[in-house]
Antibody, heavy 118, light 112 residues
């Protein structure tokens, strides 16, 4: 059974940092692109970043470029999101997802909540 | 960025009746490989998103056949042939053709 379990969320002050983790199991992690998607409270979905199987290609939405870094450790079956210089507008549920634009099955974690507030 | 515009944003439906959601993109979603990466998600209350439809009209495994997707270019539709109680939630279209991938605002489906 495929599982994606996020952790690392919490309350942080503006300007602070957090590192989110996503533990993957039930599939060959190193064979798939992985992504982070976020959802502000009561709002819609926003794609944050994605990373290629070997980490050689990464894409970010403009609003997080230069502040967030997506990475992965295929030996540990884990995906990460390092978030620096956090702003109030980064407050959201952050989902880890094994997303495919095509026919491969999609899986989403339950999310981890990040609150940026003083 | 590609803007995805859904309508309506709220959709009250009677059980057993059909429902239809429109999604329009600000640019064509035909990719260089000739695929059109228009995806529909369902998000039930308190749950993570779930992909229903990929590449405009292909249902994901386990998705009931009352859900169907259609359209081309920049104009797309999700239809539910007969709404059931478990269909309550927010439906999002999403384009995976142009980075950054972008979502529509969401359409809230509720039972009248």
């Amino acid at each position: 059974e495929v599982q994606l379990v996020e952790s690392g969320g919490g309350l942080v002050q503006p300007g602070g940092s957090l590192r989110l983790s996503c533990a993957a199991s039930g599939f060959t992690f190193s064979s798939y692109w992985m992504s982070w998607v976020r959802q502000a409270p009561g709002k819609g979905l926003e794609w944050v970043a994605n990373i290629k199987q070997d980490g050689s290609e990464k894409n970010y939405v403009d609003s997080v470029k230069g502040r967030f870094t997506i990475s992965r450790d295929n030996a540990k079956n884990s995906l990460y999101l390092q978030m620096n210089s956090l702003r109030a507008e980064d407050t959201a549920m952050y989902y880890c997802t094994r997303f495919s634009r095509g026919s491969l099955s999609n899986y989403w974690g339950q999310g981890t909540l990040v609150i940026v507030s003083s | 960025d590609v803007v995805m515009t859904q309508s309506p944003l709220s959709l009250p439906v009677t059980l057993g009746q059909p429902a239809s959601i429109s999604c329009r993109s600000s640019q064509s979603l035909v990719y260089s490989d000739e695929n059109t990466y228009l995806i529909w998600f369902q998000q039930r209350p308190g749950q993570s998103p779930r992909r229903l439809i990929y590449e405009v009209s292909n249902r994901d495994s386990g998705v009931p056949d009352r859900f169907s997707g259609s359209g081309s270019g920049s104009d797309f539709t999700l239809k539910i042939s007969r709404v059931e109680a478990e269909d309550v939630g927010v439906y999002y279209c999403m384009q995976g053709t142009h980075w950054p991938w972008t979502f529509g605002q969401g359409t809230k489906v509720e039972i009248k």
